[in-house]
T-cell receptor, first 113, second 112 residues
Framework: DAGVTQSPTHLIKTRGQQVTLRCSPK?????VSWYQQALGQGPQFIFQ???????QRGNFPDRFSGHQFPNYSSELNVNALLLGDSALYLC????????????FGQGTRLTVV | DAKTTQPTSMDCAEGRAANLPCNHS???????VYWYRQIHSQGPQYIIH???NNETNEMASLIITEDRKSSTLILPHATLRDTAVYYC?????????????FGTGTKLQVIP
């Protein structure tokens, strides 16, 4: 079982550009959540996808959008990148039912210059 | 979501027990206590969770007070590899969806 996999691992973008990050959930998991972690801070919840729909959203602007595919994999898109978007982006997968823990990927380190 | 309060940092001697406290005084009856840890620049790793009974697994023990307003994560024999930021989280069980809200965590430094 490969667990949660994220790609790419590192990324450098220029202000104003757009970026797409990808996540494959743990086998059997149907729910994907995305988090942003700035240096020295705890992860901040961005949004969560289940059945290809956004189910919950944190306090992030509309520049942050996502998608979930029928195979449960997910993408995080960020438009009009700002320097402040530089962070570690984490994907977590879980089951939509029960109380099992969420499993996290290793993250994508995004640097905006 | 209920908020949690944790000390910013703690030190522990290698081989000794590490006891990490967490206050969650506004926890609701259906909220679970979860602990995760994050080793530098890696994704958070699940450790343990509980509702109201004490729990133990191969990694750690979780002691929850009777009033559920606080808990303690115990690493029985800390090693250098346990140096990490430890997050205490309370999560509502609502419709099956899991939203995990992290605080600032406790930075545990295990000292040789």
């Amino acid at each position: 079982d490969a667990g949660v996999t994220q790609s790419p691992t590192h990324l450098i973008k220029t202000r104003g550009q757009q970026v797409t990050l990808r996540c494959s959930p743990k086998s059997g998991h149907d729910t994907v959540s995305w988090y942003q972690q700035a240096l020295g801070q705890g992860p901040q919840f961005i949004f969560q996808y289940y059945e290809e729909e956004e189910r919950q959203r944190g306090n992030f602007p509309d520049r942050f959008s996502g998608h979930q595919f029928p195979n449960y994999s997910s993408e995080l898109n960020v438009n009009a990148l700002l320097l402040g978007d530089s962070a570690l982006y984490l994907c977590a997968s879980s089951l939509s039912w029960g109380i099992e823990e969420a499993f996290f990927g290793q993250g994508t380190r995004l640097t905006v210059v | 979501d209920a908020k949690t309060t944790q000390p910013t940092s703690m030190d522990c001697a290698e081989g000794r027990a590490a006891n990490l406290p967490c206050n969650h005084s506004t926890i609701s009856g259906n909220e679970y206590v979860y602990w995760y840890r994050q080793i530098h620049s890696q994704g958070p790793q699940y450790i343990i969770h509980g509702l109201k009974n004490n729990e133990t697994n191969e990694m750690a023990s979780l002691i929850i007070t009777e009033d559920r307003k606080s808990s303690t994560l115990i690493l029985p024999h800390a090693t250098l590899r346990d140096t990490a930021v430890y997050y205490c989280i309370v999560r509502p069980y609502s419709g099956g969806y899991q939203k995990v809200t992290f605080g600032t965590g406790t930075k545990l430094q295990v000292i040789p």
